[in-house]
């Protein structure tokens, strides 16, 4: 990934419902973000082909008062994350591991400002 903040949408897969916004920031191999409810930790690595691979950790700093959240789990959430770049965009997989259940999902991303 390119250096920068970035607006995160995030959709699940494989049958399941669940939607979620925020912001993540990109920037010498380590991801910081969140939204209302959650906050992300991490780290990534890109390769030349504009791919990339991360782990990130989310987890809840507000309880959120209809329950529904993405991941909802009280404990923090372990994801696994390969994705594509350009310049600005980015789309993102990844496999949450949510208690002993795994919730796979996609997102996009949109760079909204540089961070050098």
Known sequence: MKNGLYSVHVALLD???????GVVMFRDGKILGGDAYLFYTGSY???SD???RGEVLVQCHTPSPDGNLLFSSTEP???GVTGTFTDTTGTMNGTA???KASQIFQ??????????
């Not at 049958?15 to 916004?21: F, I, L, M, N, Y």
């Not at 997102?107 to 050098?116: E, F, I, Q």
Request: aromatic share 6%; net charge positive.
């Open 107 to 116: 997102a996009t991303l949109r760079k909204l400002a540089d961070t050098d």
């Open 15 to 21: 049958g399941r419902v669940g939607k979620g916004s």
């Open 45 to 47: 690595f890109t390769k």
């Open 50 to 52: 504009g791919t990339f």
């Open 97 to 99: 591991l949510v208690g």
């Open 77 to 79: 959430v372990g994801v």
